[in-house]
């Protein structure tokens, strides 16, 4: 993930090639400025997204960037694959450059994936105390009685990573259809948690992360920009603190 934080003189020394001792004068003359703003502290730190400029010259301008893409089935969740297309491959080449996947899917699942070049973000969608709630449409080959809900919400033990899944919910729909919310990702989660009944999935969709919602007009393949409200509402205020996650309840649903 490129998001990476640097004290400003060692910055100004890979990118003009000058030993630091060597740029003490130049930031003593206020001839650096970031974002705008002269800077004489050589310790100050940086980030991949700060405009760094020297005499008017930019040395580093580089803007965040955050990507809904519907991801289709057979499409690997991966930024390069010798066999398979990833969903990297969905976009043309001049829009790849930097970016990483914030979330996968498994290869036959589909729907919403997020690809982004700030990788403290994508961090923070994976923070288990942010619980973000993931919100899935799944169809199964066997009828769905109300014993799934119990087992959703209680958690499961997964004996092979020695652990029990965080509470999930579960919204029966239909007799093979169901809505599934879950705040983490463990490897095949949903189809092992399904599996616990013998019922196999036959497809998996996702439809949310957080309050993002897949954008409806986005046919399968298709990506877009992230809008400055859609990003604000991956993280529901009190963020950190709301407790979404394995309550059961139906109420944003």
Known sequence: MPTRYHRL????????????????????????????VPVRDRQQRIGPFDRVELDGELLQSEAPRYLMVNKPAGVVSA??????????????????????????????????VL?????????????????????YRVTVEQPLTEDYVAAFSEGMWFEFEGI??????????????ADVWLCEGRYHQIKRMFGRFDNKVLT????AIG????????????????????LSSIFPEGKGKHSLCGQGSNSDQ
């Open 115 to 135: 690809l982004t070049n700030d990788g403290a973000w994508s961090r923070q969608l994976s923070q288990p105390e942010n619980q973000v709630r993931k919100h």
């Open 9 to 36: 003189d060692r910055f100004l020394s890979q990118a003009l090639q000058v030993s630091r001792s060597g740029l003490r004068p130049v930031l003593a003359a206020g001839r650096v400025q970031v974002n705008g």
């Open 164 to 177: 029990k899944t965080r509470p999930a919910t579960i919204r029966i729909l239909g007799t093979y259809e």
């Open 79 to 112: 930024t390069s694959d010798d066999r398979h297309t990833t969903v990297m491959d969905l976009l043309p080449a001049s829009q790849r450059e930097g970016l990483h996947l914030a979330g996968r899917l498994d290869f036959n699942s589909t729907g919403l």
């Open 211 to 230: 309050h993002l919602v897949m954008d409806d007009s986005l046919k399968p393949g298709e990506w877009r920009e992230l809008s400055s409200l859609e």
């Open 204 to 207: 998996l969709h996702r439809l």
